[in-house]
């Protein structure tokens, strides 16, 4: 057995058989600096992928901040400590009033766990809404948000998915046929026992494949949901954080405003953090409600950790960054498309974008090619995944430290790639 | 506004009313080192209490861990890596075969939420049963097996709760009335929809008081769990890790074998890390019926903190000195309850013991003075609490580096409280 084979059956022995891995041959992976990762065998990749490294693998300010704090005090917020104050003032700071204040958490999982049940603090009822085609997290009560295997004991009944947009398929979309999808999804909770507590989105539809939308797609559904009495809670775990360039929040970028908002993989850069953020008054709802409280959450050191990714974000200018980036590459990527026509088009906000391919007709996903471009790409030492609908949109997500020169090479080894395949 | 009154204002708008703090005047804590914390004002207490920082505060190896593979590669289990496999190689090995392989979360919550689902899969039923004074977690699925508060929505029918133990009432209890109780249940669950999935506990009744149960106490109940094909869930967040003395899980002690271990807290010495163990099997029944990856679950900075504390539970001998020092201290809490009988008795095993504090009849529960005595030790310099099923027993469960000398600084500041409380 080579290497990789004696890991993966040692793995598979460890850690149990259907494991998921990235790419046909998975990766072995041994250091990371800024938006670079490097194999043990000393192979350089460009990471296009990874938006947990938010501020770049391993940021020296963010090792710093955990590296002090962790040698200073770790311990929970049932001792006062300024980090979580601090942390959570600066934070709310980032939203629209009234999202003014906040609960940590370890991950974005438990971070929708207890948005979920904040909404049902706030409304008195159970029923959900979310996409055709979306995934917030792997605890038992939010893997019911999801339409893949049912679970054992079945579902709760208390879900309702609305279709995903699609807006390659169905460019003139505005959000009409959304908001009344929305508007009958509560209907349908109201008639059950259920009740009618949230509408849970990614405001990018990040999993739906991040359909370009226009600024007021949600205005429909949002105000059947302020009808009925409802919360809008915004999984802001892949678009925030300044991800998209022009705004720090996914939200704002729609003009949607959201009553809770969900936070995960990038907000310590790696450390494990996670949070809620919304208004005092639902926050003291669900402390009534609920009793919660999470040993890790809000520690000195993973609040130190996320408070240096927004000093970076900060003195760095990576959401800056980001739009200029991001607008670069899918310069770039456009001009490719421009003459192949397996792309169907280029889409995207600053450093979140990507490429569908499809058939001849220019409709019909092409989930294969996606697939070897992505394996192509790999080859050519480029990390990046796909992701959608349909699977045939390239997921591209870098590190925001990602610049002009990488949008070149990610462009250059996609062209390489593409001639390659044929 | 002093400073306390200050922090605890915008704790308020910040976090939310009604977050738990310790103390009538809670603590302002700023740095940790060994057994020992110092607050703001410089002021120096011995930490009886804290169970997360495993093996002390700040514990250099650990922190040296976190900061070298924090600067090196910090990312997720779907590139291989051999941090991960090198830990949970090592952790099984702790434990007694079938127990050979293992996931890894970020909390003991989402370890919990897992274990349920693990058992779920392995069964294809969802009854629970646990204590009727337990706690295991925070999620919403974990939640459920509280006896506190109803969830809006209400319970889902599929937990009944079986008495907890309480040693000081009911000396003789072998484990005969438990096994009923428990049987009991599992009748129940099977005349209900819900069937009998798993029985989960914390085998040291850690929540409950720890009450002096002896070994075998399970043994009837375990009977009836394995006739009923259900699972033995075992919950050694709290015991585990050496925590006893005398062995280095909960389980063992009480010469219980379970079909899946959950475990928190101590385990990355307060890096947020938990994980479960079971056997291959379960494990790939689990990843067949649920698909679970977890961002931050088993990455290499997490692993290296984990690491790092079986490194320096080996290195520094602390599973023995929890049993001598443990030792140590109970024998001088027991000379203090001879002439005292405010204490019913003193209890526990290495260093996770107490003392019951009682009413003149030497039964009923005094809570009342178990929390002067928390609020006296603070006064002195020392940090505790209480719990239990009446919650008048002191919860004594200091980092493992405890030693004599600090046992006996203990011992003379609940002298000296008891004689000024009269």
Redesign the interface.
Known sequence: MTG?DA??A??E??????????YRR???????EGVW?WDTEGRRYLDCY?N??HVG??H?R??EA??RQ?????????????G??DY??RL?ATFAAPL????LT?????AN?VA??MA??AT???GVIATDHTYHG????V?QLST??P???GFGG?VRHVPAPDSLRDPEDGGAAFGRAVEAAIASLEESG?GFSALILCPYFANEGFPAVPEGYLDAALAAVRRAGGLFIADEVQPGFGRLGSHFWGHRRIGAQPDIVTL??PMG????VGGVVTS?EI??E??????????????P??CAAAMAVLDVMEDEGLMANAEASGAHARARLEAIAASDPRIGNVRGAGLFFGAEFVHEDGITPDPETCAEVVEGMLARGVILNRLGLHMNTLKIRPPLPFGRAEADLLAEALADTLDALG
């Open positions: 990789i890991l993966l040692r793995r022995a460890l850690l149990g058989p259907g494991m998921a891995t990235f998975p990766l072995h992976l041994e250091r990371g990762l990874n947990v490294p693998h391993c020296p963010v090792v955990i590296c962790a040698g200073t005090l770790n311990t929970h917020t049932r001792y006062l400590h300024e979580i104050l959570v003032e709310t003014r204040a906040g609960l370890c991950t974005g999982s438990e766990d979920l049940r049902q603090a008195g009822r159970t792997n605890t038992a009560a893997s893949r295997m679970p054992i004991g208390h259920h995960g993989k850069n790696g450390h494990p005092p926050l003291a669900f402390r009534k409600a609920f009793r919660y409280f999470n040993t890790f959450g809000g520690n050191v993973s």
